[in-house]
């Protein structure tokens, strides 16, 4: 089972079933799984059923052609491949027979597929299980993405770096101690929502930062995990508007804000890396290559977030990243509004990196000395944090103190895995020139 | 399902408390192991004497050896447990956050094997 879903499940199909196959496996698999864990309330029962349901696909599909409605052939066949799994392991986890007689109704959502539609969406108990407090954070952000993403675990490994059988074995951690603990499967009551949706939207977070300013490696951003950070903020975006009266509005915001700041990012993606692979700062970015369909997208999310009134770290966050998206160049840009928004930020979120970042933008707002003289006090903390560096040098060079510059630029170079941004610190220091 | 919640607090931390600190104390535990009963989710619960009252005991060969004090030395040391029933780890942690030791140390809640589910 595991070498058939490696990195292309599909790939010895015929290319349009297979094309399908995938797309399918992607786009529907959180919502397939989590229907399933919610019958079975069984995350790895339901997962291997699920799997089995694809097995069969490929074998139907490519005979009989693909069915009208894929998403409800697969969660019929996956519930009969569970029944099959119970007899034959002859569990007491769950009856087959009292599976079997399901109440009429909830049989029938499955069996009628032109009711796919009807299908009530689980997924966003699975968007909560999967982000709960009680797994470790690298847990909670593997399952979310092989779970609700519906990455393979050879896919969830490459975007992390990590061998197969590391992440294979962080998965099985996760789904086990699930069990074992027993994390439920539901939206949170009311009184813990406001908390849980906090770690869903810390999640949803890191998986983009990951693929944004990928850490390690030769790639500087990884598109593929940005593309799935946003797929399931958008999930998460439709599931807490339709389930609006249990959302506070504080916290719809700010699902509202994420996506926004999200989109706003990704909207410069190709401008932010050159021919070569090289990192290109946003000043030097050709604006024109920026995705304008996102950033309208970003901005009007940005906009919705703040018309409700409850401001939140990532509604501000975006807000930043909308005042670069709005300015035609980057001399245009509104720096003594990024540097009020920081200010604003810090109520909510006072670290020393968004501290830095006010500083930088002090600095472009009000001249380097400035900025400077805000980087001192952070120097004992963000010392082994190469972009603090790469700050003050950048300040010292506008200053005209060169040699403070190079040095600071040393210490940044001496700080950096990812080979692209090496490469950038490496064409700074030689544009200083040579030592005097 | 059910969960040993295990309260862990530094003993030496409670030495120096005065007669109406430890009775307010007292009063607070049993308020919450009141609301426990009362919320139809306590099955047990005991307060232990500090680790200066512990033996610790193995069998080494076959030969019994005991020695004084507890099973390793900790910052934290438990000091009394509950065993709860309750629907899932979110009430769980729930009602080990309304503990009094919470506040004065560290709670673990382990859930409790089942082997009536197992196959």
């Not at chain 1, 506008?398 to 001496?414: H, K, P």
């Not at chain 2, 859930?111 to 589910?117: K, V």
Request: with cysteine; charged share 25%; hydrophobic share 40%.
């Amino acid at each position: 089972m595991g070498c058939f879903f490696g990195e292309h499940p599909f790939s010895f199909l015929n290319d349009s079933t297979s094309h399908f196959l995938e797309r399918v496996h992607r786009q529907e698999y959180g919502q397939l799984l989590a229907t399933l864990i919610g019958w079975l309330g069984d995350m790895e029962l339901a997962e291997e059923a699920l799997q089995d349901a694809f097995l069969a696909a490929v074998e139907h599909w490519e005979r009989e052609g693909v069915p009208h409605k894929p998403g409800a052939w697969l969660t019929t066949t996956a519930r009969r491949k569970a029944i099959d799994r119970l007899r034959r392991s002859r569990s007491d986890a769950a009856d087959p027979q009292e599976l079997e007689t399901l109440p009429p109704a909830q049989m029938a959502v499955t069996e009628n597929f032109d009711d796919a539609g009807e299908i009530p969406d689980e997924r966003l108990k699975l968007i909560f299980t999967c982000s709960h407090p009680a797994l470790p954070l690298e847990q909670r952000i593997a399952l979310t993405l092989h779970t609700l993403g519906g990455l393979t675990t050879a896919e969830v490994a490459a975007a992390f770096l990590v061998p197969v059988p590391t992440m294979a074995q962080r998965l099985v951690r996760a789904k086990r101690k699930i069990k074992d603990a027993g994390i439920p499967f539901y939206v949170p009551p009311a009184h813990l929502l406001a908390e849980r949706l906090d770690s869903v939207l810390t999640v949803l977070y890191l998986i983009f930062t990951e693929g944004y300013a990928a850490t390690a490696g030769d790639a500087l951003i990884r598109h593929e995990l940005c593309d799935d950070a946003i797929r399931l903020c958008r999930v998460l975006e439709l599931l807490t508007r339709r389930t609006h009266t249990d959302v506070p509005d504080t916290q719809y915001a700010e699902v509202l804000g994420l996506l926004g700041l999200m989109l706003l990012h990704h909207s410069r993606r190709t401008a932010r890396v050159g021919a070569r692979g090289e990192l290109i700062l946003l000043g030097d970015q050709d604006r024109s290559s920026w995705d304008r369909r996102a950033i309208q997208e970003g901005l009007a999310l940005v906009e919705k977030a703040f018309n409700m009134g409850h401001p939140g770290a990532y509604q501000l966050q975006a807000a930043i990243s909308a005042v670069h998206a709005r300015a035609p160049a980057a001399e245009a840009t509104d720096w003594p509004q990024i540097a009020a928004l920081y200010g604003e930020l810090r109520r909510f979120e006072d670290t020393p990196i968004i501290r830095l970042n006010q500083a930088v933008a002090v600095s472009l707002a009000a001249g380097p000395a400035r900025g400077l003289r805000l980087l001192e006090p952070l120097a004992g903390e963000l010392s082994a944090y190469a972009p603090f560096h790469l700050a003050r040098a950048d300040m010292f060079r506008r200053t005209g103190q060169t040699e403070q510059a190079r040095e600071a630029y040393r210490v940044a170079l001496d700080l950096t895995q990812n080979k692209v941004e090496r490469e950038f610190i490496l064409g700074r220091i030689t544009s200083l020139g040579e030592r005097q | 399902m059910k969960y040993l919640v295990l309260i862990y607090s530094d003993e030496k931390a409670g030495v120096s408390a005065t007669k109406e600190e430890t009775d307010a104390w007292m009063g607070e535990y049993v308020a919450y192991t009141d609301a426990l009963a009362k919320g139809g989710v306590m099955l047990a619960g005991e307060a232990l004497h500090p680790t200066s009252a512990a033996t610790t005991v193995r069998l080494q060969n076959g030969k019994k050896v005991t020695t004084h004090g507890p099973f390793a030395e900790t910052k934290e040391q438990l000091g009394g447990y509950y065993v709860l029933d309750v629907k899932n780890l979110d009430e769980a942690i729930e009602w080990a956050a309304r503990c009094p030791g919470a506040r004065a140390g560290s709670i673990e809640v382990r859930p409790i094997m089942d082997y009536s589910q197992a196959q």
